[in-house]
């Protein structure tokens, strides 16, 4: 087979050109695409815990925590174990955070000019990408060796 032929070689190509895209734009406000993936999602909700944001970006703790940290040290969020359980981390805005996002409300027109493509057409790509991952998550799941008692 070709490396053409191949739908990971496209979703990797597709993934690399957006996210090179987005590069300069978050550039000018200092944000990474990771670190932005996760203002999106505190600007949607607020104040979330970790778990919530794992579980809303498809991340590890690992990966997460690092993020939380350098969007912490530049003044965007801040982290505060909750009183009635403090196992929980939830995550919030500061002032300067939720501000941001007026600063890069021109980033998604700039991203759909970027991509070219009609509201329609993205809708239809976000549903076939949205059920692609159901899908091999899914079967990935189910492909993973039960463990056996020893």
């Known amino acids: 087979m070709l490396l053409d032929d191949h739908l990971c070689f496209t979703l990797y190509a597709a993934s690399r050109a957006v996210t090179s895209a987005y590069r300069p734009l978050l550039d000018a406000v200092g944000l990474t695409y990771p670190q932005y993936l996760v203002m999106l999602v505190l600007w949607q909700h607020g104040t979330?815990?970790?778990?919530?944001?794992?579980?809303?970006?498809?991340?590890?703790?690992?990966?997460?925590?690092?993020l939380i940290k350098r969007l912490e040290a530049?003044?965007?969020?801040?982290?505060?174990?909750?009183?009635?359980?403090?196992?929980v981390?939830?995550?919030?805005?500061?002032?300067?955070?939720?501000?941001?996002?007026?600063?890069?409300?021109?980033?998604?027109?700039?991203?759909?000019?970027?991509?070219g493509l009609t509201p329609g057409e993205i809708r239809t790509a976000q549903d076939l990408l949205r059920r692609l991952t159901a899908n091999v998550i899914?079967?990935?799941s189910d492909a993973e060796p039960a463990e056996t008692a020893s």
């Open 74 to 87: 530049h003044g965007l969020l801040k982290r505060e174990r909750r009183a009635d359980d403090e196992r």
């Open 138 to 140: 899914r079967h990935t």
């Open 89 to 115: 981390v939830e995550v919030a805005l500061t002032p300067e955070g939720a501000a941001l996002r007026q600063r890069i409300h021109t980033v998604p027109l700039a991203m759909g000019d970027a991509m």
């Open 48 to 66: 979330a815990p970790v778990k919530n944001l794992v579980a809303a970006l498809q991340l590890d703790y690992g990966t997460l925590t690092p």
